[in-house]
């Protein structure tokens, strides 16, 4: 479920030295599934434990995860990184917005997977996102964009370029195409 690699391993067991015995960590996802999810690592003292925990244990530690948690943390990686600029411990999960979906589920859900974890966090530096309207028929995705790409002038290019280019790399055979059916209005709120 999460991979912590040996130097992160070796910083929370240098952490846990200085805690009463038999503290672990927890590893969590605030507001997991959603766009706001957010995720965390604290100590976890053994009366913070909770029955429907599950206990990932490593070396010299465990790590507790939640139940609600779990299934957002699926792909997740913890590291410790040092460089120039010092040293700091990383958490990545790639699931924590949208919970992963099996290869065989169904089309539409493997695509609002895809836009979720790799499209929008992408479309989000220029403060934009996109949202799978439908699939139709011929199965071409109809996106709609919004926020900072609504109305910029770059999205003819970002939609074919970038977007329907991916989809259509990860999904040979199923999908046919890419539509944008936004109302493109010019405004403050666009990425120039």
């Not at 948690?69 to 411990?89: K, M, N």
């Not at 065989?104 to 989000?124: H, M, T, W």
Request: charged share 20%; hydrophobic share 40%.
């Amino acid at each position: 479920m999460i991979n912590i690699t040996d130097t992160a391993q070796a910083h929370f067991v240098k952490l846990l030295a200085d805690q009463p015995e038999g503290t672990h960590i927890r590893v969590f996802v605030i507001s997991p599934g959603t766009a706001q999810a957010e995720c965390g690592v604290s100590y976890c003292p053994p009366d913070a434990v909770e029955a429907d925990d599950t206990e990932l244990p490593f070396n010299g530690f465990s790590a507790m995860v939640d139940e609600k948690s779990a299934p957002f943390l699926e792909e997740a990686s913890i590291d410790f990184v040092t460089d120039q600029l010092g040293s700091q411990l990383t958490l990545k999960a790639p699931n924590a917005k949208m919970r992963k979906v099996a290869a065989d589920a169904p089309l539409k859900e493997r695509i609002e997977y895809v836009i979720q974890s790799e499209i929008n966090p992408q479309l989000a530096s220029h403060g934009g996102n996109i949202m799978l309207v439908e699939i139709t028929e011929e199965g071409t995705a109809v996106l709609q964009f919004g926020g900072g790409c609504n109305g910029c002038s770059q999205v003819d290019i970002t939609l074919k370029d970038g977007i329907e280019k991916q989809l259509l790399d990860m999904f040979p055979g199923e999908l046919t195409g890419v539509k944008d059916v936004t109302d493109h209005q010019h405004g403050a709120h666009s990425y120039q």
